[in-house]
C-alpha cells in the first residue's frame, strides 16, 4: 500500500507565502525566476506575483545565478543533481521548493516553505490527473 499526501490550493498558498517571506530576507535579490514546465511552473508563477519578479525562464539549458530556481518538490536530489551543472556560478545558486522531502541529506542552497510528513507521495493540484492516469 503506497502513502499519498493530496495538497489543496489553500496549502499552496501558505507556502507560497512562506517562501516568498524567506527569499525577501536573502541579502539579495533576483532577476528572474528559472524552472522545469513539470513541477515548477505553477509555483515560480505564484512566487513571482508575490515577489514582483516579471520574468520567468522554463527548460533552460544555462542558468544565471541571478535567477532563483524554483521547483514544487525536493524528493530525491535527481532535479538539484541535473541543474547544478547548469547555473553559471553555483556559489550564488538558490534552489527553492515548496516542500522537501523528511529525512534526505539537503544542499546549503536549498531553501524550502516545508518538510514532508512522511515518505507519502505528494500530489499537487495541477498534478492531480497525472497522478490518476499513472494509477490506471
Do not use: C
Not at 502513502?3 to 525577501?24: A, N, T, V
Not at 514546465?37 to 525562464?57: Q, V, W, Y
Not at 541571478?66 to 550564488?92: E, M
Not at 522531502?101 to 544542499?107: A, C, D, E, L, T
Amino acid at each position: 500500500m503506497s502513502l499519498e499526501q493530496e495538497i489543496d490550493w489553500d496549502e499552496i498558498e501558505s507556502l507560497i507565502l512562506i517562501l516568498s517571506k524567506k527569499i525577501s530576507k536573502l541579502p539579495r535579490t533576483f532577476t528572474s525566476i528559472t524552472t522545469l514546465s513539470r513541477g515548477g511552473l505553477i509555483p515560480s508563477r505564484l512566487l513571482a506575483d508575490h515577489l514582483g519578479i516579471k520574468k520567468i525562464f522554463v527548460d533552460r539549458k544555462k542558468i544565471s545565478s541571478d535567477s532563483l530556481f524554483v521547483d514544487d518538490i525536493f524528493d530525491s536530489g535527481d532535479t538539484f543533481n541535473k541543474i547544478l551543472p547548469k547555473v553559471n556560478d553555483s556559489s550564488k545558486f538558490v534552489f527553492v521548493t515548496l516542500f522537501a522531502r523528511r529525512g534526505k541529506k539537503y544542499p546549503e542552497n536549498l531553501l524550502y516553505a516545508k518538510k514532508t510528513k512522511n515518505d507519502a507521495y505528494v500530489i499537487f493540484p495541477w498534478d492531480k490527473l497525472e497522478f490518476l492516469n499513472s494509477k490506471k
